[in-house]
């Protein structure tokens, strides 16, 4: 188990799936952790300060950030975890669940970050994780929108990487496989299955394939490891 202790860490979407996990992972390290999500708190612990926020909304980010302010003195560490999924064919894709994964997909973890970067200024210190998807390099049929929020959420960590270097904030991407979660849920499990068979570790992502690259990201001896995306199960 990583030591987490005195670290203060951010993560969205922490209500329910990886976002839980991750959220649950620091909070056995013994860090104080701030959930952002929609949905109500699924974690109980003393250390855990949970956010109700839609983050598709970006004045409600905002808002919640000046609730951060008042709960914790700095963020150390921020996980961009949230994220939305409508698979459909480009041609017959609603224009509100194009507009709903550009605001929470691309938009909210901007605006996270760069609210966080303003507290991680003042430290000195910090380390921005976002969670990334194989369909930014497989460009799934389907994933149109959703995947070109992800490849550009890679794009995103890598020019804040350049602004937030100088006060000593690295910004990485985790780029995931598919792991058993309510988003996973709403795909035909063939048309999964036949993706990972693909792979060249064909099989499901597990939690520790996910924390063990964070635990990485997030090492005090990661300090020179900025604007990189690492892709789980042979993904690139």
């Not at 974690?43 to 004045?59: E, K, P």
């Not at 560490?77 to 605001?103: E, F, H, K």
Request: glycine residues 8%; hydrophobic residues 50%; neutral net charge.
């Amino acid at each position: 188990m990583t030591d987490y202790a005195g670290r203060i860490v951010l993560v969205t979407g922490s209500s329910r799936g990886v976002g839980r996990e991750i959220a649950g992972h620091f909070l056995a390290g013994g860090a104080t952790v701030l959930g952002l999500a929609r949905g109500e708190a699924g974690i109980t612990h003393d250390s855990y300060h949970h956010i109700q926020v839609d983050l598709a909304d970006a004045a409600a980010i905002t808002t919640a950030f000046m609730a951060v302010r008042k709960l914790v003195p700095r963020v150390d560490i921020v996980i961009n975890n949230a994220a939305v999924l409508t698979s459909q064919y480009a041609m017959i894709m609603p224009p509100a669940a194009a507009q709903a994964m550009v605001n929470v997909n691309l938009l909210a973890p901007f605006l996270v970050s760069r609210e966080a970067a303003k507290l991680m200024r003042k430290t000195k210190w910090g380390r921005i994780i976002n969670i990334g998807s194989m369909a930014a390099s497989l460009e799934p049929v389907g994933d149109s929108v959703y995947a070109a929020c992800k490849a550009g959420l890679s794009t995103l960590a890598n020019v804040m990487a350049k602004e937030f270097g100088s006060f000593n904030v690295t910004c990485n991407t985790l780029a995931i496989t598919a792991i058993d979660s309510d988003m996973l849920s709403q795909l035909p499990r063939d048309k999964i299955e036949a993706i990972i068979a693909a792979l060249p570790i064909p099989r499901f992502a597990q939690a520790d394939d996910i924390l063990n690259v964070i635990d990485f990201f997030a090492a005090e001896r990661s300090s020179y490891i900025t604007a990189q995306t690492v892709f789980l199960g042979g993904v690139n």
